[in-house]
Every structure is written in structure tokens, then in C-alpha cells.
């Protein structure tokens, strides 16, 4: 009997170094690339999410780069269908694949399965990006706290795409989000092996402080003036591209645009780290410890 397929994951902050493990790792088994990132998918976003560069991209195969457009809506649930699918495809050339990204629930989803929930209706989730347009994140926490007190005290307050996402469940369907939340883990037919990677804070909060530096000097500003038609669009409703649009609008200088999208980068990357610590099943390791890293798999997968 063949022994199970492996799917490699590896996670961690923003600007911790993922790509260039992922594309090493890639390059050493011989395999492709499954980005979980939940707004690298978008081909308008390029700057601003930090995708794989075209000299990375030709190194290596990627699926879910610039694959789908920001007016498409692309569920985690959507995401979890198609990758698996796409899984049982890489599984017959490959005994390894690698899954990278920082976005912790879009992981989950391959790894464990994800709750099954109402498609979104597109009406309720104009007019709730609309409140937060017009009356700030408070107006959707309230909102949560007297239609789903449960997810309330669990939720992100600080995560608007989140909040907005609970809402639209609970308006569409009528029953609190909470009550779609299983949280059953569905058996897959593949072995994971997660890596998280992480350093010391002042290391990654400068990472982070460069890439923004770097972002602007590669033309961030261009790219977000050209998407302001979109603007409400749930998907540019994220650090980097929310803090542009206010500059762009005369609300602050770009000076104190390009300070905010570094603190709530930094804020964002706390986030990230919060997530992966609860579960057990990373093992943690330096960006740089790429042979310990390999020592890892193959302890665990013998290849």
C-alpha cells in the first residue's frame, strides 16, 4: 500500500520570510506551490499583498496567485473545494506539496475542514460595508454583540472583514454565525506537516517596516488609485490598501498613510502569531533554519 501524501505548511507572520522557505522547499522535493493567502488570489493586488515576484514565480509552480478578480466573491469555502480538488491532481506527480500563507482560517480549512456556511448575499454585504464606510468598526461590533453574543466574545473586534463576515450570515439566514461553527476536524486523505516561522519582534517589526518602505517606493500608491472604483469591495478592505484610499481622499497626509499601514501591519503580524500559537500542531522555527526545517519533514515523512 502507498504511504500517504504529505502537504507541508508553512505559516507565520507578514514578512517573516515565507516565500523564500516555501520556494527552497519547493525546489528541493521537486513540487508546486498552493498559496493560503486570502488576498493574493486577486490579480488587481499585487503591491500591496506582497506577492511572490516574476522571478520567484518562474522558479517554481504556484496555484492561487492572481488567480481569481477582486469583483469575484471567493469564500474560504470556496477556497477549501478547490484546493482539495486541485490536491487530488498535485498528489498523483507529487508525494509532497507545499501549502504557504499567513492567513490562518484559509489553512485551517485545508488541514481540518471548515463549517459549511450560507452563501453571501451580495446586497447585505454592500450595505455592511457601507456602515463601516460611514460609521466605523463600532457600528459592526454592536451589531455582532445583539445578533451573535456568543461569536462576539471569541471574534477579532479589531477585524472588520471578520465582523462583516458573521453579520452577513447571521442577517441572510436568521441564526447567529455561531450556530454554523462546528468546529469538527474532517479526515483528510494526505498528512500534514506544519512549520510556523517566527524570530525575535524588533527583527520582524523592522522586516515589516522595510517591505512597507518598499511597497510605497515600488508604486503602492498607483496601484491603490487605480482600484478606487472598488473601493467598497470587501476584498480592498485590508491593511495597505484601506490606509491609501483614506490619503487618497485627503483625510491624512501620506506620510502619516504610510506610518499607519506599518502599525497596523505590525498589529496585524501579532494577529497572525496569536492564531498559529493555539494550535499544537506547528512546530516553530527561525526563518533561517532551513536545515532544521528539512531535518523536521524528514523525520516525519521520510522523503
Known sequence: MDSPKTLIVIAGPTAIGKTDLAIKLALHYKTEIISADSRQFYREMTLGTAKPSDHELAQVKHHFINSHSIDQPFSVGDFETEVLTLLDELFKLHDIVILVGGS?????????????????????????????????????????????????????????QRLIRALEVCISSGFPFSSYRKNAINKRNFNSVKICLNTDRETLYSRINLRVDQMIENGLIDEVKSLVPYQNLNALNTVGYTEVFQYLKGEITLTEAVESIKQNTRRFAKRQLTWFRKDSGFAWFEPCAFSEILEYIYERTRL
Open 104 to 160: 490562518g482560517l484559509f489553512i485551517k480549512a485545508i488541514t481540518e475542514g471548515f463549517d459549511v456556511l450560507p452563501k453571501a448575499d451580495m446586497a447585505i454585504r454592500e450595505n455592511l460595508n457601507k456602515l463601516f464606510a460611514e460609521h466605523g468598526i463600532k457600528a459592526l461590533q454592536e451589531k455582532l454583540l445583539a445578533l451573535d453574543p456568543g461569536y462576539y466574545q471569541e471574534v477579532d473586534l479589531n477585524n472588520p
